[in-house]
């Protein structure tokens, strides 16, 4: 048959083992990509050897712990992604850029001795304005 690839068995008279046809790729994905109907599942990786990686040894995303998928860059933690939402680590910052990128909004945790939580009111609240003010005492 053309365009399908066989190998001969070990022994003299082995029939020729089908290992696919030439024209699928042998069905697997080409390097131009495609769509897998299944689950793909690669090793834990770490921060510093993602397992999925973006064109760079020490950026991609991890399995730092169950049920939860790390992001790093440059091999440091940036976050998790977990259960409980997101969790920006090692006080990296959080930045809501305007449209045209040349303003932001950041968020960003200083040093801390206890855990501080800024929950935002319900829609109930102010005729639907939200006015925010912090302080920090």
Do not use: H
């Amino acid at each position: 048959t053309v365009d399908v690839l066989k190998i001969k068995g070990d022994t003299d008279n082995a029939a020729f083992i089908t290992l696919g046809n030439l024209e699928t790729n042998l069905g697997m994905i080409p390097k131009t990509g495609g769509t897998f109907t299944g689950n793909v599942q690669s090793s834990a990786g770490t921060k510093a050897s993602p397992s999925i990686q973006v064109n760079d040894a020490n950026t991609g995303l991890y399995k730092p712990a169950s049920d939860t998928i790390g992001l790093s860059c440059v091999g440091e933690d940036i976050a998790y992604v977990e259960t409980t939402g997101i969790e920006i680590k090692d006080g990296k910052k959080l930045e809501f850029r305007d449209s045209g990128n040349s303003n932001v909004v950041s968020l960003q945790a200083p040093a801390l001795t206890s855990d501080v939580a800024l929950t935002l009111p319900d829609s109930t609240r102010c005729a639907n304005r939200y006015n925010f003010s912090f302080c920090w005492c």
